[in-house]
């Protein structure tokens, strides 16, 4: 059973960073598509960033250039460095890993931006 814990995340001002790391249990991180969502009150999860086991990576449009993902399969574990924050960052983000088909969550982590 694959679990995943999040953790970093916080209240920052505009303009701040944070970064928001996922650690996984289990043998299959390696070989995963990791990625980051994020829910705001009233909206629909979307996709923010995603790292595939060859780790080529992707990101939302809004977020390029601002945030970026990363992972280490020694450690097991997923980062997402957020630079240049902007209130409508704020949002609950939620680990992602998908393998085989299948896909578990992380129980996200609340990120606010606001002054």
């Known amino acids: 059973q694959v679990q995943l814990v999040e953790s970093g995340g916080g209240l920052v001002q505009p303009g701040g960073s944070l970064r928001l790391s996922c650690e996984a249990s289990?043998?299959?991180?390696?070989?995963?598509?990791m990625a980051w969502y994020r829910q705001a009150p009233g909206k629909q999860r979307e996709l923010v960033a995603s790292s595939t086991y060859g780790d080529i990576r992707n990101y939302q449009d809004s977020v390029k250039g601002r945030f970026t993902i990363s992972r280490d399969n020694v450690k097991n574990t997923v980062y997402l460095q957020m630079n240049s924050l902007k209130p409508e960052d704020t949002a609950v983000y939620y680990c992602?890993?998908?393998?085989?088909?299948?896909?578990?969550w992380g129980q996200g982590t609340q990120v606010t931006v606001s002054s």
């Open positions: 992602n890993l998908q393998v085989m088909g299948t896909d578990y």
């Open positions: 289990g043998y299959l991180f390696s070989v995963s598509t």
